[in-house]
């Protein structure tokens, strides 16, 4: 089986960074397609960001764009999202997820069988 681990979150203020990451424990990562998902209190699961197998094919919710970067590490089993001119709005749980059966990226939150326990990024005015 699969075990997604995230870190990286913490406190920040409005405008600054953070770099989360998240290693997978199997064999299959190179397999994988990787997804980053948050949801704050009270709210949905909310779709952030996507990357093929390959790390070549990303997509990012209208509300990181420009903003937010996914990328992917095979050799080491990571994948980082890199989080630049942090807003308030930006405060919740951030998880990730993988889907291996499919080797393009999706928005889709169900097509996602693994993910980790979430880590936490607050963002203060």
């Known amino acids: 089986q699969v075990q997604l681990v995230e870190s990286g979150g913490g406190l920040v203020q409005v405008g600054g960074s953070l770099r989360l990451s998240c290693v997978a424990s199997g064999r299959t990562f190179r397999s994988c397609v990787m997804g980053w998902f948050r949801q704050a209190p009270g709210k949905e699961r909310e779709f952030v960001g996507s990357i093929s197998q390959s790390g070549r094919g990303k997509q990012y919710s209208d509300s990181v764009k420009g903003r937010f970067t996914i990328s992917r590490d095979n050799a080491k089993n990571m994948v980082y999202l890199q989080m630049n001119s942090l807003k308030p709005e930006d405060t919740a749980v951030y998880f990730c997820?993988?889907?291996?059966?499919?080797?393009?990226?999706?928005?889709?939150?169900?097509?996602?069988?693994?993910w980790g326990q979430g880590t936490q990024v607050t963002v203060s005015s």
């Open positions: 997820a993988a889907d291996p059966y499919n080797s393009i990226s999706t928005a889709r939150a169900n097509a996602y069988d693994y």
